[in-house]
């Protein structure tokens, strides 16, 4: 299954509610929001920094992928950036693939 990384920042709304309700309901809530797409939750931690927190999940799909960052950032608590991981074996075949590849830089003089 896919892995992808949510990186995510607070609204002014959203953070009064989760200081209100508890940072380990937002837990809660992301956990139930992608098992309900098929997804798991791999990790979910809270930041100092640029972003105010940061989700990895196991995620069947991208389609799938991108339902928690819309439904969340659609309730206008969030914003969320959603980042696909690529595996190192992927990246060899990728590698592979770019070995083979021809490409004619521009300037090169040639049509």
């Known amino acids: 299954m896919p892995t992808f990384v949510y990186l ?3 609204t002014a709304l959203g953070l ?3 200081m209100r309700d508890g940072f380990e309901s937002r837990v809660t809530a992301v956990t139930d929001l992608l098992e309900a797409h098929g997804g798991q939750l791999v990790s979910m931690g809270f930041c100092m920094g640029e972003y105010d927190f940061v989700i990895v999940a196991d995620i069947p ?3 799938a992928a991108l339902v928690a960052p819309m439904v969340a950032g659609s309730a206008g608590t969030v914003s969320v950036a959603t980042i696909e991981l690529i595996s190192a ?3 060899s075949e990728i ?6 590849s021809q490409f004619k830089t521009a300037g090169s003089g040639s049509n």
């Open 61 to 63: 799909s991208r389609k």
């Open 89 to 91: 074996s992927e990246m």
């Open 8 to 10: 995510g920042n607070y």
């Open 95 to 100: 590698a592979s693939m770019a070995k083979v």
């Open 16 to 18: 009064e509610g989760a």
